[in-house]
């Protein structure tokens, strides 16, 4: 059995984590919250306190799920001489959302090092990755791909192979998410018009759920709303960072995204009213308050 390293032990990774295991993958993971390698510590779970102690279990893939730009460069470029050291035959799938500029330099940066780098941004979430029904959005080499379909299979039901080019499947993410936040928070105006109006809650989602302005999202999270539940999901401080994100990547190619630029002013909006740890569809709060 090939051994997986694991490192952000958030909502996807942590998942992630208890799906290898529950496949009887060896499993060492890592992350900079000692309060998080502690948790894992008390279920058992093979525990390193640094990407050294990673690399010592001589493991065949490192799957990374971390926050922003930031942590991913921080994390693996700036640890770059760490690997240069063990000088492992290491598959990299990173999961993160982030720009499509940043896996390129990550992908040149470690060109010299014996690391094959897959790009592998995912849609769904905490559930989904424990029961393994993510959809992957991939790009790489073909023969990464093909050698790496195993493990990619274990957490996601739905692969997309995008092509070689790494950043590619960075960027088919963002442009998801522009459509996810974008479709939620037309959902919740229009929501909240039907309540204005006095139509019931149930009423109104049994019948948009089966007509033409449905949508994934309606389905999946309109459902909270009726139960007055409004956990995350995907945070809207999460889907503002990528928001974000989306906005500084069209720039960086000239494109003007003015419907982005609206959709991520209404989840700014939502974050100064205190919502920015609850799930995206509390973005209808704006509208029935």
Same mark, same amino acid.
């Given at each position: 059995?090939?051994?997986?390293?694991?490192?952000?032990l958030?909502?996807?990774g942590?998942?992630i984590v @208890?799906r290898?295991?529950s496949?009887n993958?060896l499993?060492?993971?890592?992350?900079?919250?000692? @309060?998080k390698?502690e948790?894992?510590?008390?279920e058992k779970?093979?525990?390193a306190?640094?990407?050294t102690?990673?690399? #010592?279990?001589?493991i065949n893939y490192?799957?990374?799920?971390l =926050?922003n730009d930031?942590?991913?460069?921080?994390?693996?470029?700036?640890?770059?001489?760490?690997?240069?050291t063990?000088?492992?035959?290491i598959?990299?799938?990173?999961l993160?959302?982030?720009l =499509?500029?940043?896996?390129?330099k990550?992908q040149?940066?470690f060109? #010299?090092l014996?690391?094959?780098?897959?790009? !592998?941004?995912i849609s769904?979430?905490p559930i989904?990755?424990?029961q393994?029904?993510l959809?992957l959005?991939v790009?790489?080499e073909?023969q990464?791909?093909?050698q790496?379909?195993k493990?990619?299979?274990?957490?996601g039901?739905?692969?997309?192979?995008?092509?070689k080019?790494?950043?590619?499947a960075k960027?088919?993410?963002?442009?998801n998410n522009?459509?996810?936040m974008?479709n939620?928070?037309?959902?919740?105006?229009?929501f909240?018009?039907g309540?204005?109006?006095?139509i019931? =809650?149930?009423?109104?989602?049994s019948?948009l759920?089966?007509t033409?302005?449905?949508?994934?999202?309606f389905?999946?999270?309109f459902?909270?709303?009726?139960?007055n539940d409004?956990?995350?999901?995907?945070?809207?401080?999460?889907?503002e960072?990528?928001?974000n994100?989306a906005?500084?990547?069209a720039?960086?190619?000239?494109?003007?995204s003015?419907?982005?630029?609206?959709?991520? #002013?209404?989840?700014?909006?939502?974050?100064?009213k205190?919502l920015?740890? #609850?799930?995206?569809?509390s973005?209808? @709060? !704006?509208?029935?308050n």
């Open positions: 059995m090939e051994k997986v390293g694991v490192i952000g958030g909502n996807i942590g998942s @208890k290898l295991i496949l993958y499993v060492v993971v890592y992350d900079i919250d000692s @309060k390698r948790e894992y510590r008390k779970v093979n525990v306190n640094s990407i102690e990673i690399l #010592e279990n001589n490192l799957i990374t799920s =926050p930031d942590a991913v460069m921080n994390v693996l470029n700036d640890n770059k001489d760490v690997f240069k063990f000088n492992l035959n598959t990299l799938i990173e993160s959302t982030i =499509p500029q940043t896996i390129k990550l040149r940066n060109t #010299e014996n690391i094959k780098i897959i790009d !592998c941004p769904g979430g989904e990755a424990k393994g029904n959809n959005i790009s790489g073909e990464v791909y093909v790496s379909k493990i990619l299979k274990t957490i039901t739905n692969i997309n192979y995008v092509g080019e790494i950043g590619e960027a088919i993410k963002l442009i522009i459509m996810t974008g939620v928070l037309v959902a919740s105006e229009a909240s018009l309540l204005r109006f006095g019931k =809650p149930d009423t109104l989602y019948i759920s089966q033409g302005g449905t949508s994934h999202h389905k999946k999270r459902p909270k709303v009726l139960n409004y956990s995350p999901l995907f945070s809207i401080r999460l889907g960072k990528d928001l994100l906005k500084e990547w720039n960086s190619n000239g494109f003007e003015y419907v982005t630029n609206f959709i991520s #002013e209404q989840y700014s909006k939502a974050s100064e205190k920015g740890n #609850e799930d995206i569809v973005i209808i @709060k !704006c509208f029935l």
